[in-house]
């Protein structure tokens, strides 16, 4: 395994890591095929586990993902593959600030709320040590974003988080939550039809800042990666150095910055063995024009 430091913190992550939404959503697998998929990451030396309170099926299923990795933590019993020490050192990143009202998706960064869903999380988590990276989901317009991130930094100080991150914010949203607490990461949408951290400043500000950039949906989820496997390019690419164009596209992502640690879903072993094999594929600069 490869890994990758979680900006100044000194914590080492591999360098690809799970996201773990597809084994709580609405097709997901039945609960002992998914904690399968979470230990065979752990076999593979994935060390970096990306989840959420909503990623579950509605507001009366939230933090099922979480619920579930800790589960999938307290009964692994293989040989973690990681050089960085016991499988109680695996990083959870989870996030809040959404909700699921009947399924659906809807920002929500009441204070009140953000306070009570990062004690439900910890709690979710196994409620012993601070969860190691939370990340405020999304900003929501209806509250000042300095309201929102005084429960964070009320949180940080109880000891209930370790270290904080973002999500789906601007630059200018990054430095404003920059100036209540550290931030060490950002989680922004990027795959080969959503490009705008290359060019909206976010990727040169992680870069600049030494910030570990989280692309969520690095191969576009699943209906748009079946396009992929009609674009001929990609394809004799991906031939001429046997490997999928599942895994070419994230080696492609990973090396548009060193500050890049895909979080790719999986739901099934050999979805998460395919991740972690991109980390030997090499794409020339000439090479990446092609993606």
């Known amino acids: 395994m490869q890994f990758k430091t979680l900006s100044s913190t000194g914590i080492k992550i591999s360098a690809i890591g799970l996201g773990a939404m597809p084994l709580s959503l609405s097709r997901r697998p039945p609960e002992d095929k ?15 586990i990306d989840t959420a309170d909503s990623y579950c099926l509605d507001e009366n299923d939230k933090h099922h993902n979480e619920k579930l990795i800790t589960k999938a933590l307290e009964t692994y019993k293989g040989d973690f593959g990681s050089s960085v020490g016991s ?49 405020l989901h999304a900003v929501d317009p209806k509250y000042p974003l300095e309201s929102t991130f005084v429960p964070i930094k009320e949180a940080v100080d109880m000891g209930l988080i370790k270290h904080v991150g973002v999500s789906n914010f601007s630059v200018e949203q990054i430095e404003r939550a920059m100036k209540i607490v550290p931030i060490v990461s950002v989680q922004n949408q990027h795959n080969p039809w959503h490009r705008n951290p290359e060019f909206d400043g976010v990727l040169e500000f ?55 640690v895909p979080i790719p879903g999986a739901s099934r072993n050999s979805s998460i063995e395919d991740s972690v094999s991109s980390l030997n594929v090499v794409i020339t600069q000439q090479e990446m024009k092609i993606c």
């Open 87 to 135: 499988v109680q050192e695996v990083i959870v990143a989870t996030k809040g600030g959404l909700l699921r009202p009947n399924g659906d998706w809807t920002v929500h960064g009441e204070p009140n709320h953000i306070r009570r869903t990062i004690k439900e999380s910890f709690e979710a988590l196994g409620g012993f040590y601070p969860i190691p990276l939370w990340q």
């Open 206 to 260: 992680c870069e600049k800042k030494n910030l570990i950039f989280l692309p969520w949906s690095p191969v576009g989820g699943g209906y748009r990666y079946k396009q992929l496997l009609n674009v001929k390019p990609l394809n004799d690419l991906a031939s001429a150095k046997n490997c999928t164009v599942y895994s070419l596209i994230l080696a492609w992502l990973r090396q548009k910055s060193p500050c890049v």
């Open 34 to 48: 998914a904690i399968q998929v979470i230990h065979r990451a752990l076999d593979l030396g994935v060390n970096f």
